[in-house]
């Protein structure tokens, strides 16, 4: 008696190629939400590191001068060019006031985001050595929105007493409750 030979029909590949198709369409759509909202999460992650360390660094080094968290065109200087051109945490050197000295600085955003500040000084913010910032109340507040608008927006909010905070909602301000809105 013989036996069949090992392998696939041509049936059972179809059908498995067919499978795999209707996982592959289920799944590539998914993927890219995933990949926009991780995008999403570092930058906010990036912004409230930067204006965290920013705050240590003025409490730590107790400069007259504090420290400050500018939008860069070049990571060197601060400059009039949108947040999501990069950003810096510099301070100017108490000992010599033409030396301004670069702690960090961030790049360009990858993608598409938007990075906007809708309330407080949209070229900056700076530390004193008390942990409070220069800015008058409420402080700074900066809107970062992508492709897919409103609804997948964040915020990113320094408080003039130096208190740093993201939403933890999309969509959503700092607060839980204000929708967003992006330009």
Do not use: H
């Not at 498995?16 to 289920?26: E, Q, R």
């Not at 107790?62 to 420290?67: H, V």
């Not at 409070?132 to 608008?149: E, H, K, Q």
Request: charged residues 10%; contains cysteine.
């Amino acid at each position: 008696m013989k036996l069949p030979a090992p392998g696939f029909t041509l049936i059972e590949l179809m059908v498995a190629i067919t499978v795999a198709g209707i996982l592959a369409a289920i799944a590539v759509p998914s993927f890219r939400s995933f990949l926009l909202n991780d995008r999403d999460a570092g930058q906010v992650n990036s912004l409230v590191g930067s204006f965290s360390y920013a705050r240590s660094e003025a409490v730590k080094r107790a400069s007259s001068n504090g420290i400050t968290v500018c939008p860069s065109p070049n990571g060197l200087v601060c400059g009039a060019t949108p947040w999501s051109g990069g950003w810096i945490v510099t301070y100017i050197d108490p000992l010599n006031a033409g030396n301004n000295v670069v702690l960090q600085a961030v790049p360009a955003l990858g993608g598409t985001n938007t990075v906007t500040p809708v309330a407080g000084p949209a070229g900056g913010i700076t530390f004193l050595s008390s942990g409070l910032t220069s800015a008058p109340a409420p402080g700074l507040t900066i809107r970062i929105c992508d492709v897919r608008g409103a609804a997948f927006a964040r915020q990113v909010e320094v408080l003039s007493t130096g208190r740093v905070a993201a939403s933890q909602r999309a969509g959503f301000a700092v607060d839980g409750v204000t929708a967003l809105a992006c330009p």
